[in-house]
Nanobody, 118 residues
Framework: QVHIVESGGGLVQPGGSLTLSCAASGFSFHYYVMAWYRQVPGKERELVASVTSDGLGKRYAESVEGRFTISRDNARKTVYLQMDSLKVEDTAAYYC???????????WGQGTQVSVSA
């Protein structure tokens, strides 16, 4: 059974940092591109960052480029999102996803809330 569990969210002041973790099980983690998305109420879920299966290729949304860092540990089946210089507009529910391969649509976690407020 597939499990994707995010953790590390919380309340932080503007300019602060948080590290999100995403622990995966039940599928061949090392084959999948892993990604972090975020969503605020009333808006579509947006891609924040993604990392290739070998951890070498990384992409970021323009809004987080230079502030967020995605990484993965295939031995631990975990992907991370280091978030620095957080802004109020980073407030959202953050979701981890194993991106689909072929006909497989991929797998989503349940999300973790990040709130940036003074």
């Amino acid at each position: 059974q597939v499990h994707i569990v995010e953790s590390g969210g919380g309340l932080v002041q503007p300019g602060g940092s948080l590290t999100l973790s995403c622990a995966a099980s039940g599928f061949s983690f090392h084959y999948y591109v892993m990604a972090w998305y975020r969503q605020v109420p009333g808006k579509e879920r947006e891609l924040v960052a993604s990392v290739t299966s070998d951890g070498l290729g990384k992409r970021y949304a323009e809004s987080v480029e230079g502030r967020f860092t995605i990484s993965r540990d295939n031995a631990r089946k975990t992907v991370y999102l280091q978030m620095d210089s957080l802004k109020v507009e980073d407030t959202a529910a953050y979701y981890c996803k194993a991106e689909g391969i072929g006909l497989n649509a991929g797998y989503w976690g349940q999300g973790t809330q990040v709130s940036v407020s003074a």
